[in-house]
């Protein structure tokens, strides 16, 4: 019996004891994120917090939210991606989401991995977006779930053609990607009828539910790890993909949710950086010597877990910091992390200084 399944039996027979009864599970769902980045937070020697730099960052973000009038529709305002509200969208959705992770390079801008499409070089998440846009231009059906379970149709010859890179780096981790792609493909076949359609409805409009629908059925949603003895759920990609459908269809139809405010802020390599800039997360003189020195920090190290839960959890201060100021702030950790990821990028093209983002290699961020 695993620790989660000790955990889970005694819990119950603690309820029966106290005449409580088994776990109700008709309660809502809830995905432990949050939970977890607390108690990542409070458990954190080398990430800290600071609450002075917090509250004025609030100031900051609430008034850049309010100057760009930053809603759900920003998201298609961006030139890549799909303004369509339809199945197609959402199954674009689902493969970028699928495989938004882990772009970093250690080459130059000229060097590093690219794609080109529509006379530009896209780097970064918008180079996975390009090339999704270019394979379907290109007539393949790069984001259908059964062309990726059917290895001689969409052969990993295909799919480096669909990756392919305008330089001599290829996609990093792209036998990763391949595997996310067949395993995605073999679950949605064999369990949703062949549609992401069919596994957003059974969420029955939870976010929450349809999280944990992705990280129960797909191991390459299972963004997870142990800390202090403890399993914690991050569950980035998850989130960002209920995320995106949220902010594509503006809450509507398939991006309808009645809990969306549930999702917390996705936990990558750009936003910590962005909130190290702003003052509001600070690394002890190690960890930040190994950040700044760009050295490797391994997936599911303490280091990671301490930069990932506590950005999580700055993400929540922030947020309550913005109602304080204004309680009819229309505003939510995912469009609060979309604002830094957005400004994280900004500055980055601005040529402005900000300490690197950490290096992990994984396929969860
Ligand atoms: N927390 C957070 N992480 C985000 C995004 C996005 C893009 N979201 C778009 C949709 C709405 C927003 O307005 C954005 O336009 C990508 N990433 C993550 O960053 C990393 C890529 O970084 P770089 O290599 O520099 O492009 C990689 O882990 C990727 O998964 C976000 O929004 N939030």
Redesign the pocket.
């Known amino acids: 019996m695993s620790d989660d399944e000790v955990d889970h039996e005694l819990l119950n027979l603690l309820r029966k004891s106290l005449g409580l009864g088994e776990k109700d599970s008709s309660l809502p769902p809830e995905t432990g994120v949050l939970t977890d980045a607390e108690y990542i937070y409070n458990n954190s020697t080398d990430v800290a917090l600071d609450m002075r730099h917090t509250k004025i960052a609030a100031m900051e973000i609430l008034s850049q939210m309010n100057q760009r009038e930053y809603s759900t529709k920003?998201?298609s305002s961006?030139e890549l991606?799909p303004k369509e509200k339809n199945e197609s969208t959402v199954n674009f959705i689902f493969t970028m989401d699928l495989l938004?992770?882990?772009?970093?390079s250690e080459k130059s801008e000229e060097e590093r991995f690219s794609v080109s499409w529509k006379g530009k070089k896209w780097?970064?998440?918008?180079s996975l977006v390009a090339a999704l846009q270019r394979g379907l231009e290109e007539g393949l059906p790069i984001t259908t779930p059964e062309f990726w379970a059917d290895e001689l149709e969409c052969s990993e010859e295909v799919l480096r053609r669909v990756f392919r890179s305008a330089t001599k780096e290829e996609m990093p981790m792209f036998e990763e990607r391949v595997k996310c792609l067949r395993e995605a493909g073999r679950v949605i076949e064999e369990e949703f009828d062949g549609s992401v359609i069919t596994l957003i409805e059974d969420a029955k409009n939870s976010a929450a539910g349809l999280v944990n629908i992705l990280a129960e059925r797909f191991s390459c949603f299972r963004d997870e790890a142990k800390f202090e003895r403890r399993k914690v759920r991050l569950l980035?990609?998850a989130q960002?993909f209920v995320a995106?459908l949220w902010?594509a269809f503006e809450g509507e139809g398939y991006g309808r949710f009645h809990d969306i405010d549930k999702i917390t802020?996705?936990?990558?390599?750009?936003?910590p950086q962005m909130l190290h800039s702003l003052g509001a997360l600070s690394f002890c003189p190690p960890l930040e010597g190994r950040i700044r020195r760009k050295l490797p920090i391994e997936s599911g190290e303490s280091w990671e877990i301490q930069i990932r839960g506590c950005s999580i959890w700055a993400i929540e201060l922030l947020r309550r910091e913005i109602i304080k100021l204004d309680p009819e702030a229309k505003v939510n950790a995912i469009l609060i992390?979309?604002?830094?990821?957005?400004l994280?990028?900004e500055k980055?093209r601005n040529g402005e200084e900000a300490i690197p983002?950490h290096r992990t290699r994984s396929i969860w961020?």
Do not use: C
């Open positions: 920003t998201w961006h991606h938004n992770f882990s772009f970093w780097t970064g998440y918008w980035k990609r960002i995106d902010a802020m996705f936990a990558d390599y750009r936003v992390d979309f604002l830094l990821y957005d994280a990028k980055e983002h961020y």
